[in-house]
């Protein structure tokens, strides 16, 4: 309904130009390659249910969201199976179906985002080539119309092609109108099925061959032929009219034709021509529109038309595609007769006087028309043969005209449309002109009345503030008070304005907002009169620059003013932007409203309380109830380069507002301006991560490994007017607590995300304040192994088992211990009890001797208690030096070993040699081990000097690879056999050789007979 209102209005206001009623100014915007269209000629568009706009070209197909266009080739894998498209539709599942004209047609389903394919390869089709395909949703099937090889149907619950070939001849276009299916042919006009052949039906010259069929809402059957019409047929197929549009009054056979046609909501049919561009139907005329000014021409094929839901019109051309959107055609332009070689023509003011006569001044000069059939006209105004910039104008009550130029005010007549200088009676003597040659221009007008008396107050930007009083032909400056010597009258004024209360306002670019007032010491009529055409009036002053409360707050460049509500006023400023301004607040007056524009010139207000602002990007509105700010720039229909103040009101169009530019002006109706209501459809349609392309991961579970942890988003808002002010919000759950802005940013970025699991939420709001629903996306960053569960399990059963196995290992040590402990008091039990109880033997026999007074044998037994006492001394030193832990290495042990020797064999007159290798000296050795080598060692050494007869023993400890090697080797007889036996059946071997394999060693005994004996012991 909106965008019925926005046409209805454009015909409203043609109605008003009477002489003019067909004539039309129609903004379209563009879009090329620059734009990342792929290829300049578009062939079809459409829109699906999701939003996206897609565009088929004859070099890919497009996705459209209103910002960026998405392209698919074929050169890529599930994608299109050509590049040339021809058509494009839609089902009730809304699949997208795509023709080629190489490879058949396919379907595309944006949920899985799969393409497939169906070609006279892999399916019954008849040919490869498709010109129409058309959905009909009464027979749920397809129908396929083919170049040169007939029509076919595609069932769409089997999802295949029928084989039966329904014609064999060439069909550009079917068409369904309550259940029945149209079809359009080479020499076959416009046909039922049944009547489907060449032949089958006689034909007549006129729309013998259809390029288009299009059924409007009414369900009237309109076409466009190989001839210079637009067709309108009936259901029987019967051609009941035709509209010629190419102004021969006869149809021809050659030429320009209609191609493709499309309905706007409100009745007009939408053309497109071979080479002409558009043309427009009025289907209540039943005529084309003529004197429609687009604002880019298109001279191209116009291939395909397409109207979507909110009224906007897709043009597919040859070179490029083309959009109407009525929401940005609310802005219209007039562009003035500016005489060629002016460059510089700044349209200032427009003033259009109750009789009609429309005037517009400039930079360069005047335009005028006398009524609004009339075009304008160039009016150059020269003063003192000098031509004149014209910056101001305005009407008194009085009904004169009087215009300010860049040296003087001039009054303008508007029934001769000539112009005088304004004269000044100094004492009635003479008459001069009022004229200033100053390099300044009288920038504004306005009117004042003071005690009776009309005063038309002039501004001279840079000097001074003038005032005109007609009534006594007398010309004022204004300065202020004697009084007032601290507060000094703004010389560069901007504004000059009067509010509904008569109090006059001043807007300065240096002191701000200003407040002058005439007192009762202001008598016009005492000014005393003097020859100079100036005379001196002082004014009250009264200046609003700074809050009192706060030295900081400074307002020094005013632009603009306007009535707010309740003695309030709005001003717009160069730096501050918007401010609401209330007097009565001394402390605090000024309220400041912070748009992202803050230098912002003209304002004006609706009748609504809506702020009009022009600004340098275009036109900003204000809802002061709601508070939304709206920017109305190029990507609106507003003119580039826009500036000043709004005009003069139009007394026949109160709510219109108009604003210049270079060369002309637009204009609008400020009360009627459309909303658009059009709401944010959302999806997430591109995924990087770590700067790499991965959309496909879309559409499916977002599963991904914590070092690919920076992300990137964009979202598809599905908004096509003015897409670039949307605002965009996001949230990402457990990492952000609100909703965070994007601005317009389609974008989102999150960077060094941790491991987790989210959930992307994001929403858009347009700059009519239309809020889209949330959309989703869900995604997992797996952690690293050593932060997973699993891994934790695994950790908790490894510390479990490694303190098990240490609990044991100390359980094992504990027992290891007190076997030792147990062996050592075994030991020492077995030999010190048993040479302890030998002792005590001896010593009872000994002292039985003594009493029977035999002093060699009981110096025999004492002599024995004596080698039984050393025996217990030198087990108890061994084994006390055994358990300490400090004898622990190998250079402890060999030092006690080569103590011993020294000891044993040396009293036994047997030289040895005993070497250590230094690799060994700080290893290591357990208690348990260094005693039972030492006491193998002892053994050894008891053995040799006792049975070996020898002069010499060589000791060794070696390392070898990974193990110690010990050695003990003597130069003696070796085991004599007569020993062998008692070698052998005694202790001392076998004694060896147990303690070698409790610690682990490999024990060799090498004794050939007479050449000395060998032990090596080889600990691992």
């Known amino acids: 309904m909106r965008n019925r209102a926005a046409l209805l209005f454009l015909l409203a206001f043609l109605l008003q130009l009477k002489g003019k009623a067909d004539s039309l100014n129609i903004y ?70 795509i023709g080629t004209t190489s490879n058949g047609f396919c379907s595309y389903d944006f949920a899985t985002q799969k393409f497939t394919h169906y070609n006279t390869t892999n399916s019954k089709l008849n040919a490869d080539y498709i010109n129409d395909i058309t959905y009909d949703s009464y027979s749920n099937c397809l129908w396929i119309a083919m170049n040169n090889s007939g029509l076919q149907k595609f069932d769409l619950e089997k999802k295949q092609v029928i084989p039966e070939l329904v014609s064999i001849n060439t069909y550009y276009t079917v068409a369904i109108l309550d259940s029945t299916p149209y079809f359009g042919g080479i020499i076959e006009s416009l046909k039922l099925q049944k009547d489907l052949g060449r032949f089958k039906k006689p034909m007549k010259d006129t729309a013998s061959t259809l390029n288009t069929i299009y059924i409007d809402r009414e369900g009237n059957i309109w076409c466009g032929a190989w001839d210079n019409a637009l067709h309108l047929f009936n259901k029987n197929t019967e051609r009941v009219n035709s509209f010629i549009f190419d102004g021969s009054g006869k149809l021809k056979l050659s030429g320009e034709e209609i191609i493709s046609i499309s309905e706007d909501k409100d009745n007009l049919l939408w053309c497109g021509t071979k080479n002409s561009g558009i043309l427009i139907f009025d289907k209540k005329k039943k005529a084309f529109l003529h004197s429609i000014a687009f604002s880019r021409n298109i001279t191209s094929r116009i291939n395909s038309i397409y109207t979507d839901d909110f009224n906007r019109i897709w043009i597919a051309s040859n070179e490029g595609l083309f959009e109407y959107d009525p929401l940005l055609n609310q802005f219209n332009t007039e562009l003035m007769p500016v005489p060629e070689g002016l460059k510089s023509c700044h349209v200032v003011d427009r003033l259009i006087t109750n009789e009609g006569l429309d005037l517009v001044i400039s930079k360069c000069g005047m335009f005028y028309r006398k009524n609004i059939k009339e075009k304008y006209r160039y009016l150059e105004i020269v003063y003192r043969d000098e031509k004149q910039e014209l910056n101001s104008i305005m009407q008194s009550e009085s009904g004169k005209i009087y215009i300010g130029t860049n040296r003087t005010v001039l009054e303008f007549d508007p029934h001769t449309l ?31 009345t003071y005690k009776d008396s009309p005063l038309i107050l002039a501004s001279f930007y840079g000097m001074f503030i003038s005032v005109i009083d007609n009534k006594r032909n007398s010309i004022y400056f204004l300065i202020h008070k004697k009084n007032h010597q601290n507060i000094i009258l703004e010389n560069l004024v901007r504004k000059l304005w009067v509010d509904s209360k008569k109090n006059i306002w001043i807007c300065g670019s240096s002191m701000g907002l200003s407040q002058i007032y005439f007192d009762s010491t202001s008598k016009f009529e005492e000014v005393p009169s003097n020859d100079t055409l100036f005379s001196e009036m002082q004014i009250g002053i009264k200046q609003w620059n700074k809050a009192q409360s706060d030295s900081k707050i400074q307002i020094k460049n005013v632009y603009d003013i306007t009535d707010a509500d309740s003695g309030r006023y709005w001003m717009t400023t160069q730096g501050n932007g918007l401010v609401l301004f209330n007097p009565a607040h001394k402390q605090n007056p000024f309220t400041f409203i912070n748009p992202d524009i803050t230098s912002i010139a003209g304002i004006s207000k609706s009748s609504d309380s809506v702020l009009w602002m022009i600004t340098s990007s275009g036109i900003l509105r204000y809802q002061t109830k709601s508070g939304i700010f709206k920017m109305f720039d190029a990507n609106s229909g507003v003119r580039e380069k826009i500036g000043g103040y709004f005009f003069n009101k139009n007394p026949f169009k109160p709510n219109e507002m108009a604003v210049g530019f270079n060369g002309g002006y637009i204009h609008f109706n400020a009360d009627s301006m459309l909303p658009s209501l059009e709401k944010p459809v959302l999806y997430i349609t591109k995924l990087w991560v770590m700067d790499n392309i991965a959309d496909s991961l879309l559409i499916s579970d977002i599963r991904l490994n914590y070092k690919n942890n920076f992300l990137k988003f964009y979202v598809s808002s599905n908004i096509y007017t003015q897409n670039n002010q949307i605002t965009y919000y996001y949230r990402l759950n457990g990492i952000d607590k609100s909703w965070r802005s994007n601005d317009d940013n389609p974008v989102i970025n999150y960077t060094n995300l941790p491991h987790g699991t989210y959930d992307l939420e994001v929403k858009a709001v347009t700059n009519d304040n239309i809020e889209s629903d949330i959309r989703r996306l869900h995604f997992v960053i797996t952690p690293p192994f050593y932060l997973t569960y699993w891994f934790y399990t695994i950790l908790i059963i490894a510390i479990s088992s490694i303190i098990y196995l240490l609990y044991r290992m100390r359980i094992n040590q504990i027992l290891r211990v007190q076997e030792v402990r147990n062996n050592l008091a075994r030991d020492l039990h077995d030999d010190i009890g048993s040479t302890l109880g030998s002792i005590h033997l001896y010593s009872q026999i000994a002292k039985s001797k003594l009493s029977e007074k035999d002093p060699i044998e009981t110096q025999n037994i004492l002599d024995r208690i004596k080698v039984f006492s050393e025996e217990i001394i030198e087990k108890t030193g061994d084994t006390i030096w055994a358990v300490k832990a400090k004898n622990d290495n190998y250079s402890d042990l060999s030092l006690r070993m080569e103590s011993y020797a020294a000891s044993i064999l040396g009293e036994a007159n047997i030289n040895f040699n005993f070497e250590t290798d230094e690799k060994i000296l700080d290893n290591k050795l357990t208690m348990t081990a260094r005693k039972n080598l030492f006491l193998i060692f002892k053994e050894a050494i008891h053995n040799i000097v006792k049975y070996a007869n020898c002069t010499f023993v060589d000791i060794s400890l070696t390392r070898t690879g990974n193990k110690t090697v010990f050695r003990i080797a003597d130069n003696g007889c070796g085991i004599c056999s007569e020993k062998k036996g008692h070698y052998f059946s005694g202790n001392g071997l076998k004694n060896m050789q147990t303690r070698a394999e409790e610690i682990g060693a490999d024990f060799v005994l090498t004794s050939p007979a007479g050449q000395g004996t060998e032990i090596l012991i080889t600990i691992h």
């Open 28 to 97: 379209l915007n563009y879009f090329s390659v620059q734009e990342g269209l792929s290829e300049y000629q578009t062939t079809c568009v459409i829109k699906d249910k999701y939003g996206f706009i897609w565009v088929g070209t004859k070099d890919g197909l497009n996705r459209f969201d209103g910002r960026t266009f998405h392209v698919f080739k074929a050169t890529t894998s599930n994608s299109i199976p050509g590049n040339y498209i021809t058509c494009l539709s839609l089902d009730g599942d809304s699949l997208l179906w």
């Open 418 to 448: 000539s112009y005088k200088t304004i004269q000044s009676n100094i004492q009635g003597k003479f008459k001069t002109s009022f004229y200033f040659a100053g390099a300044t221009v009288v920038n504004n007008l306005v009117e004042y």
